[in-house]
């Protein structure tokens, strides 16, 4: 079993790039203009929204035309979609660099370091909150949505579906959805201002949990339970692999192209105060 069954993401991410849209084949030049059209797709999707993203913009922003655009994406929608997807996708890989993505400890990592990482990047969230919750999202976003908020729990579920240590009747792709919608209803609480900043990471982690520990079991429920008994206690345990994960995202992004999107308000704080 291939411990790491992420997308390979190369220091160029063809792999993935290649893997959107209609592009089978292409030049370095390709590729780059590729990057460089989802990146501005990031940026402008922060400054004016999903819907008030004009792809006559992003076409001059990128260096292109509006028909190349087009005849690499398709459309709009699906351009957005890719957008998220290659940011995500490229974060998960390096973050699962050496790491078995069948094992809890990677579903801990998973929550902990891309609530963290959304927490830095406020404006950027707020526009995948707003989408994933607007009645007019195109199904292909939103597919993308569930997928990078709650998608890298899937292998580790298969593996205790394997093991018969989920309930009777769960629905691994249900479940996973209802974990994404459970996470970004609390990314729009602390969004709104209702979860503090230092409580943001730890009450996702514990509302997952919870959910979670609804339908497994044996085993598989074991380190669950210990650690909403750390989070409704001391919570040292807690405090540790938040340490943990931030350390590891500076590492990330210290390695990075500078191709990771970055918010407007932009983070000192993420140098300063790795816990929060």
Not at 200 to 206: D, G, K, S, Y
Not at 221 to 226: D, G, M, N, T
Not at 244 to 250: C, G, L, S, T
Request: proline share 4%; aromatic share 8%; net charge neutral.
């Amino acid at each position: 079993m291939d411990k790491n069954p992420l997308p390979e993401l190369g220091p160029a991410d063809d792999v993935l790039i290649a893997s959107m849209g209609v592009m089978t084949r292409g030049s370095p030049a390709m590729f780059a203009r590729r990057r460089r059209i989802l990146h501005e797709a990031r940026r402008l999707m922060v400054e004016a929204g999903v819907e008030g993203m004009a792809m006559r913009e992003l076409a001059i922003r990128s260096g292109v035309s509006s028909r190349t655009l087009y005849n690499a994406f398709g459309s709009k929608e699906a351009l957005i979609a890719a957008a998220v997807r290659q940011y995500y996708d490229k974060f998960l890989r390096a973050l699962s660099d050496d790491r078995d993505v069948y094992t809890f400890d990677w579903v801990l990592s998973g929550i902990v370091a891309t609530n963290l990482r959304n927490q830095q990047l406020r404006d950027y969230l707020s526009v995948l909150v707003g989408q994933y919750f607007a009645t007019s999202a195109d199904d292909a976003i939103r597919v993308e949505l569930r997928r990078i908020a709650a998608g890298f729990i899937v292998p580790w579920l298969e593996v205790a579906e394997a093991r018969r240590q989920l309930r009777r009747g769960t629905d691994i792709a249900q479940s996973v959805s209802h974990i994404a919608s459970l996470q970004y209803a609390m990314n729009q609480e602390w969004l709104a201002g209702y979860i503090p900043d230092d409580a943001f990471v730890p009450t996702v982690l514990r509302g997952v949990l919870t959910y979670l520990a609804g339908f497994v079991r044996g085993v598989a429920l074991e380190p669950i339970e210990a650690l909403l008994l750390d989070l409704n206690g001391p919570s040292k345990q807690v405090t540790g692999i938040i340490a943990v994960e931030a350390a590891r995202i500076r590492a990330i992004l210290d390695s990075a192209s500078g191709l990771w999107p970055a918010d407007r308000t932009a983070i000192a704080r993420d140098q300063t105060e790795p816990g929060t």
